[in-house]
T-cell receptor, first 113, second 113 residues
Framework: GQQLNQSPQSMFIQEGEDVSMNCTSS?????WLWYKQDPGEGPVLLIA?????ELTSNGRLTAQFGITRKDSFLNISASIPSDVGIYFC?????????????FGGGTRLMVKP | KAGVTQTPRYLIKTRGQQVTLSCSPI?????VSWYQQTPGQGLQFLFE???????NKGNFPGRFSGRQFSNSRSEMNVSTLELGDSALYLC????????????FGQGTRLTVV
């Protein structure tokens, strides 16, 4: 099936630093979503992207829908300890007429105060 | 507005048993999707229901099944449990048809012993 390659797998950064993570696919997606998951909880939606080239912000988070429709990135500016968690990208295929998401493997973010 | 509610939160079952998990979507949402999350395979799509009909199905054996009721609540069932079925099972609800944000519940942690 389709696979999303998410990188990096993990990051250990200092509080206040900026963070960047990305997802790439061999297939085209018409929607990209970014989620954050805390231990023992379900993923929480951070940002949704619907158009190629779209750049969307949510507070300190900024995400972009790649122009080729095969990639997306998420930036977090001025990281704080509560940013710790696992971040997932998810894509919805052009060929899928429903809400079936394909997920990346996740980026585990650790922030040192 | 209440979020997605999954019950139970935790479950321990024995190999060979069957289990039923429940999901109540956000009020007004008609699409319910189920995902399996394991450390090795990540988040994998099981199936999606929309207006009581299965609209999409992932690559899982027939032991995994689901249904949706007229009030959009959904259940998934796993029969003849195997050790490898131990996972976090997540339910996501979406407002309507394709290309909408999916909101996740807290999940049901299933342990098969």
């Amino acid at each position: 099936g389709q696979q999303l390659n998410q990188s990096p797998q993990s990051m250990f950064i200092q509080e206040g630093e900026d963070v960047s993570m990305n997802c790439t696919s061999s297939s085209i997606f018409n929607t990209w979503l970014w989620y954050k998951q805390d231990p023992g909880e379900g993923p929480v939606l951070l940002i949704a992207l619907y158009k190629a080239g779209e750049l969307t912000s949510n507070g300190r988070l900024t995400a972009q829908f790649g122009i080729t429709r095969k990639d997306s990135f998420l930036n977090i500016s001025a990281s704080i300890p509560s940013d710790v968690g696992i971040y997932f990208c998810a894509g919805q295929s052009l060929n899928n007429a429903g809400n079936m998401l394909t997920f990346g493997g996740g980026t585990r973010l650790m922030v040192k105060p | 507005k209440a979020g997605v509610t999954q019950t139970p939160r935790y479950l321990i079952k024995t190999r060979g048993q069957q289990v039923t998990l429940s999901c109540s979507p956000i009020s007004g949402h008609r699409s319910v999707s189920w995902y399996q999350q394991t450390p090795g395979q990540g988040l994998q799509f099981l199936f999606e229901y929309f207006s009581e009909t299965q609209r999409n199905k992932g690559n899982f054996p027939g032991r995994f099944s689901g249904r949706q009721f007229s009030n959009s609540r959904s259940e998934m069932n796993v029969s003849t449990l195997e050790l490898g079925d131990s996972a976090l099972y997540l339910c996501a609800s979406s407002a309507q048809g394709a290309t909408t944000e999916a909101f996740f519940g807290q999940g049901t942690r299933l342990t098969v012993v």
